[in-house]
T-cell receptor, first 115, second 117 residues
Framework: IAGITQAPTSQILAAGRRMTLRCTQD?????MYWYRQDLGLGLRLIHYSNTAGTTGKGEVPDGYSVSRANTDDFPLTLASAVPSQTSVYFCASSVYSGRGTDTQYFGPGTRLTVL | GDSVTQMEGPVTLSEEAFLTINCTYT??????LFWYVQYPGEGLQLLLKATKADDKGSNKGFEATYRKETTSFHLEKGSVQVSDSAVYFCALSDPLNYGGSQGNLIFGKGTKLSVKP
């Protein structure tokens, strides 16, 4: 059982380019999340999805989009990357019951550098 | 809105020392509380959790008690090891957090722990 996989592991990207970070889970969790981790700021939620076919905005959604076509996959797209999007991106998943989250399970992260 | 405040790091201890990392929270409802650990170069892993007041979460020698009266969830370990060196995050999940995902985790900024032999 792999849990959550993310790809790529790391990427250097020119400003203005489009980039999709991939996230796949095999735990059949209904909820998935994207966070970014920045030094001194902890983890901040970008977008979330409580079930396939639905998505929502988190704390820092600007410049990012997501889709949830099926239970397993939750890609994050940067339409036109800017240097302030340099960060480590973590995907997570959990069982969501409508009464708050159970334990969230995290992927290994993608380190993105935008030049 | 909901928030988590944890002690600033970094924290440097000698092996076998006692560890406390303070965490306090503000929440609209009755949140679940978590401690996550991030080892160098890895993602976050759940360390322990508590879902209601007075619950004690424990794992790998770490403990934290959900204190509603002081809105705290301090992490403790009686004798740390070099292998405990990591960044520790306190987090909450508030089902009444109508401002965002009701499944969202709200994280503190993290506390880096370094344990010296």
């Amino acid at each position: 059982i792999a849990g959550i996989t993310q790809a790529p592991t790391s990427q250097i990207l020119a400003a203005g380019r489009r980039m999709t970070l991939r996230c796949t889970q095999d735990m059949r969790h209904n909820a998935m999340y994207w966070y970014r981790q920045d030094l001194g700021l902890g983890l901040r939620l970008i977008h979330y999805s409580n079930t396939a076919g639905t998505t929502g905005k988190g704390e820092v959604p600007d410049g990012y989009s997501v889709s949830r076509a099926n239970t397993d996959d939750f890609p994050l797209t940067l339409a036109s990357a800017v240097p302030s999007q340099t960060s480590v991106y973590f995907c997570a998943s959990s069982v969501y019951s409508g009464r708050g989250t159970d334990t969230q399970y995290f992927g290994p992260g993608t380190r993105l550098t935008v030049l | 809105g909901d928030s988590v405040t944890q002690m600033e790091g970094p924290v440097t201890l000698s092996e076998e020392a006692f560890l406390t990392i303070n965490c306090t929270y503000t929440a609209t409802g009755y949140p679940s509380l978590f401690w996550y650990v991030q080892y160098p170069g890895e993602g976050l892993q759940l360390l322990l959790k508590a879902t209601k007041a007075d619950d004690k979460g424990s794992n790998k020698g770490f403990e934290a008690t959900y204190r509603k009266e002081t809105t705290s969830f301090h992490l403790e370990k009686g004798s740390v090891q070099v292998s405990d060196s990591a960044v520790y995050f306190c987090a909450l999940s508030d089902p009444l957090n109508y401002g965002g995902s009701q499944g969202n985790l709200i994280f503190g900024k993290g506390t880096k722990l370094s344990v010296k032999p």
